[in-house]
């Protein structure tokens, strides 16, 4: 099989913490350099948080796997400052067509929606994510990522939590904090301490084939069929990844047989089927697949053990929300992580790590299993349905939405968290505290510049002018961990902080602004609360409620 | 079963001649065909009413025919 990509390899480098004694004690240490991991200590690293990082491996991910990264996703690679990089490798694609049988049913034009900087989503082998996020590590002397060390015999104290590290160079002890598990779906630390989790298997397989086209001409377009006619009864999806590789997906059922599926000549045989024999092309990558979707009831173990990405929750390939709801979960932890270490925040908050991506996860799992059942119908009524779904969208536009192959990841709003402070001004529900912020161009200094640079990492106060909060701005405490942002002042006034101007008018219909209307934004971009006038008091609640300060103690957790 | 959105009240300008209509949808139609029409059926008029509280009312009163039993959620 051809290959368009080398996998690097990193070396081990002998730790000082090898010869330590006693044990070299670290506030977090990470498990599984995967996207789960090397987030998590990028996003430390930006909080000035020191980590270990360890990997059993001395590479990046072995094939393609997940290749679709959404925009949630590109604009939290953006604030680790690889976001740039990874949208520029990129493929992205507008037209999909959608096929039942031999019909194409219809062709729709995804529009670039304005006014955000990164795109709705781009195909990206995960290879790629993860070499662009180890370089950016190195950007930072307090990530020490250990390559070819393997984490294992971990024991949980109250205080802290003990672990061996197996090296080329021989085993060695070591303590954290914190321990972040991010060793993916079979997690061995998760096996190892007994811990379940609940959810179904799919019985059906897939088949994933990477193919290199010999010609740049083949269309950029994402290609479903449901019923394919050169794969009956299965469905099949074609879109495009970087490096002119073609990622083919095909159902094969339950009852195929997986390493007969696989026999190359088997699959080359379908893929000209489906591609027409004129067309030329190279497998790069053969594997079959099945999935679970599932989680841990509970991510946190202890207190002190932090489970991330596919160890702590699995969905379907459908819709993108393995990697995407990972590097979700692992922001949401990392800021909360940050300030209880330093003691700004009661421990009880990581609770709400939990809390807040359950209900993410809870979300991808609905959404995945609704595409499964949509790819798969679970009986023959539901069969019924779906091909007439399929077959009326032909002619009839209504029909269209309800045809399910795969819902892009969308960053869930946290409603009903503790952490936020629920509306007392008159506001719509857009923008209400639990959700993300969303991005909008603005200039700063003059120069055209994104919104979402400038939130994030600390508490921001976004304060939209007025001749009132000028006045109170000028006597504005400074307050630590809190960054002040402020939008459509007219005047040319010293005002503290930094000052955006919202000259496309994107953030007022957004954010519903007016003078006076303050947010009060989470580090990982949440919105916590939002008033009409700026009152410093309930700010100072507000932030305290963010912080978890007002959270009773998890004491009991086991 | 009280709906509150959907209405059950008499709302057929001709009743005889939408009852006649839908049989003759149907005159004729083998088992499969019957299903289908069936289910294009449902899908058109639902898209038309759009308002899934009404379309739950419908259902909860054309689901209730189901045996105590068959399905947890409906008791």
Known sequence: MVSTYTNPEYPFVRSPDQDASPAAHHPVIIIGAGPSGLSAALDLALQGVATVLLDESNTVSYGSRAICFAKRTLEIMDRYGCGDRMVEKGVTWKIGKVFFRDQQIYEFNLLPEDGHKMPAFINLQQYYFEEYMVERCADFAHIDLRWLSKAGDVQVYPDRVALTVTTPAGDYPLSCDYLLVADGAGSPIRESLGLEMTGQVFYDRFLIADIVMKSQDFPTERRYWFDAPFHRNHSVLLHKQPDNVWRIDMQLGWDADPEQESQPEKVIARIKAMLGEDVEFEPEWLSVYTFRCRRMRDFIYRDRVLFMGDAAHQVSPFGARGANGAVQSVENLCWKLK?????????????????????????????????????????????????????????????????????????????????????????????????????APVLTDGRPDWLLRHLGNRFTLMVCGGEAERRALASFPAIADLQLLTIGFDCHCALPGTRIDDVRRFMQSAYQLRPGTCYLIRPDQHVCARWRRLDLASVSTAMARALGRSLHSHGAAA | MNPKTLNTEPNFASPDDFYAALNDLFAGANDEE????????ILLLANHIGDLVVLTEAMAIAGSIKKAGDDPASS
């Not at chain 1, 330093?342 to 809390?355: Q, R």
């Open chain 2, 34 to 41: 019957v299903e289908r029409i069936s289910a294009r059926l």
């Open chain 1, 339 to 439: 300030r209880v270490l330093s003691g700004e925040a009661p421990p009880a908050l990581l609770v709400t790590y939990n809390l807040e991506r359950s209900h993410g996860a809870d979300e991808n799992l609905l959404n995945s299993t609704r595409t499964a059942d949509f790819i798969t119908p679970k009986n023959h009524i539901s069969h019924v349905f779906r091909d007439e779904v399929l077959r009326l969208a032909a002619d009839h536009p209504f029909a269209r939405p309800l045809i399910n192959s795969g819902r892009l990841s969308c960053p869930c709003t946290l409603d009903g968290s503790p952490l936020n402070t629920p509306d007392a001004d008159d506001f719509r529900p857009q923008m209400r505290p639990g959700a993300v912020c969303r991005d």
